[in-house]
């Protein structure tokens, strides 16, 4: 069976896509996962760190899939705004390799957005991209329009697999905000949202609390654009 096996970083982001999508979730996953049919969404972690761990068992049943690396981006592009739909023709991963991304999938979800898509490049990198001045370096510097940490290592291991992959991705943090590091330390190995870390964060460091609604608000609208997109290829 040719299934649709979508990837996000963090829970945060599958269970939102999943709850717009519709999926149900997989009790039978040793992991979280969401899905009904050919359509499966979990996450794989930080900078995809549990991508080679969790693919056997997401890819079981399945004689081929498109893969889908989808979630949050960070805009470095000054045209970027919070909610845009970022859907690369290329990643450049952090070895400096590029990974064109195209194929018949990737040109109906286009010409569902009816150019309300960004193309381009998207960078992935090792680290966040935390403030409005590294930001602009990257920019500067790869020319790409957006940034996330798991787009290359996920296309790179589908290739390995035979699988066409693509990404859907969008921005939660423009050129312009800035993402103190504290927040990403919220995020665990596997995923989650650490939530006695958040805690401990709110109470030591008060100030990043304006930061973290932003961010929130910035994820939902982001999420629901992906959402939207994914829904055309998951139809």
């Given at each position: ?34 899905g ?8 794989v972690g ?21 893969v ?11 045209c ?80 390995a ?30 995923g ?44």
């Amino acid at each position: 069976m040719s299934g649709l096996l979508i990837l996000t970083a963090v829970e945060l982001e599958t269970t939102a896509l999943a709850r717009h999508l519709e999926l149900p979730f997989l009790p039978a996953f040793p992991f979280r996962a969401y899905g009904r049919g050919d359509v499966r969404i979990a996450p794989v972690g930080p900078r995809a760190g549990l991508l080679h761990e969790r693919w056997p068992r997401l890819f079981q049943g399945f004689s081929s899939a498109l893969v889908v690396s989808a979630g949050l981006c960070g805009g470095l592009a000054p045209c970027l705004r919070v909610g845009d739909l970022v859907v690369p023709d290329m990643v450049l991963a952090p070895s400096g390799e590029i990974l064109r991304v195209n194929g018949p999938a990737r040109e109906r979800l286009l010409a569902h957005a009816g150019g309300r898509a960004h193309t381009g490049c998207l960078v992935t990198t090792r680290e966040v991209a935390a403030t409005p001045e590294g930001k602009a370096l990257l920019h500067a510097e790869t020319g790409a329009a957006a940034v996330d940490m798991e787009s290359a290592p996920i296309l790179t291991h589908a290739t390995a697999a035979g699988c066409p992959a693509l990404v859907v991705r969008a921005v939660c943090d423009d050129a312009a905000h800035a993402v103190p590091p504290a927040l990403s330390r919220l995020v665990t190995a596997d995923g989650r949202v650490h939530g006695g870390r958040a805690l401990a964060l709110a109470w030591t460091h008060p100030g990043s609390i304006a930061h973290a609604v932003a961010l929130r608000r910035g994820s939902r609208l982001a999420l629901g654009a992906v959402a939207r997109a994914l829904a055309a290829l998951a139809g």
